[in-house]
């Protein structure tokens, strides 16, 4: 009976050891220059980043109209009134089934560049903070009569001269991707372009915490601001988007699908 006692203990140990190593190879791994990080329990995945596509009748959607998704994390999908197809930061969620015409990567770290989950189309065009900055000066791109523009992003975790934001201009709508940030001064001149949609990163771990982000969302005195990459690790973090103060805050879940208005 013993023997039978410590035979069951040992699969009981096997079995965990085996559920937990799958759970860890959900997320990307941390930035490098972060150590010793302990997740706390306001941090809830909630599967949302498995998430996959919705039917767009289901949401009520008109196709007509510029639609955006928050895919999780930093990852957004973007069709604008004409079906351009365009994503930014691709990692999180499913929704990946419509090839690209353009895809947009802030920066090289593995939780914003899984390009390898987008198909791009044979005249697609992919822009990543190597094109976006070059010699010192932020580019600014025309493709299928889209307007991108690159901005500073950039904090002790992400370097100046290896990360951007972009700003896109489409269907009478600035969308301002801020990538990964902190509050910086630069973020002042867009206070005067009038940003439609500016999309913050506050996980308070690699970026700037809700409260940083709450200053900066008043410096770039969009019209709607949406928290992003609000856990650490593609989680989805309630205590932090709640911490967020901007008035004008636009809460979306990972998977959810709204149209963009101007």
Not at 78 to 83: I, P, V
Not at 96 to 125: F, M
Not at 220 to 233: D, R, V, Y
Request: net charge negative; with cysteine; proline share 5%.
């Amino acid at each position: 009976m013993k023997t039978k006692g410590i035979f069951f203990m040992m699969l009981i140990v096997f079995a965990q050891a085996v559920f937990w190593q799958g759970c860890s190879g959900k997320y990307a791994e941390p930035d490098s220059s972060i150590k010793n990080f302990k997740s706390d329990e306001s941090n809830k995945n909630e599967n949302f980043l498995d998430k996959g596509e919705d039917d767009m009748s289901m949401n009520g959607m008109d196709e007509k109209k510029p639609i955006l998704t928050y895919l999780g994390h930093a990852s957004v999908k973007l069709k604008t009134s004409n079906g351009t197809v365009i994503y930014i930061d691709p990692f999180a969620g499913t929704d990946y089934s419509e090839p690209a015409d353009i895809l947009l990567v802030t920066h090289s770290h593995s939780d914003h560049d899984a390009v390898d989950k987008v198909t791009l189309k044979d005249n697609g065009t992919l822009i990543t903070h190597k094109e976006a900055l070059k010699d010192g000066k932020y580019q600014s791109f025309n493709v299928h009569n889209i307007k991108i523009s690159a901005t500073p992003a950039y904090n002790k975790n992400h370097p100046k001269d290896s990360c951007v934001g972009f700003i896109l201009e489409f269907d009478g709508i600035k969308l301002y991707h801020a990538g990964d940030t902190s509050n910086i001064p630069e973020m002042e001149e867009l206070s005067g372009q009038n940003i439609t949609y500016a999309m913050l990163p506050m996980d308070g771990v690699y970026n700037m915490g809700p409260n940083e982000a709450s200053e900066a969302a008043k410096r770039i005195n969009a019209k709607h601001n949406i928290p992003i990459h609000t856990g650490p690790n593609g989680i989805y973090s309630e205590k932090n988007i709640s911490n967020f103060k901007a008035e004008n805050k636009l809460v979306l879940k990972p998977g959810d699908k709204i149209e963009l208005e101007k």
